[in-house]
């Protein structure tokens, strides 16, 4: 679990990067 949820964190850091640059 811990490790998904690592996963997770850095997915949701990545697309706000892209979502903040896209815009």
Same mark, same amino acid.
């Given at each position: &679990?811990? *490790? /998904?949820? !690592? $996963? *997770?964190?850095?997915?949701? &850091? $990545? @697309?706000?990067?892209? @979502? !903040? /640059? !896209? $815009?």
């Amino acid at each position: &679990e811990l *490790a /998904g949820l !690592s $996963v *997770a964190t850095a997915v949701a &850091e $990545v @697309c706000t990067f892209f @979502c !903040s /640059g !896209s $815009v």
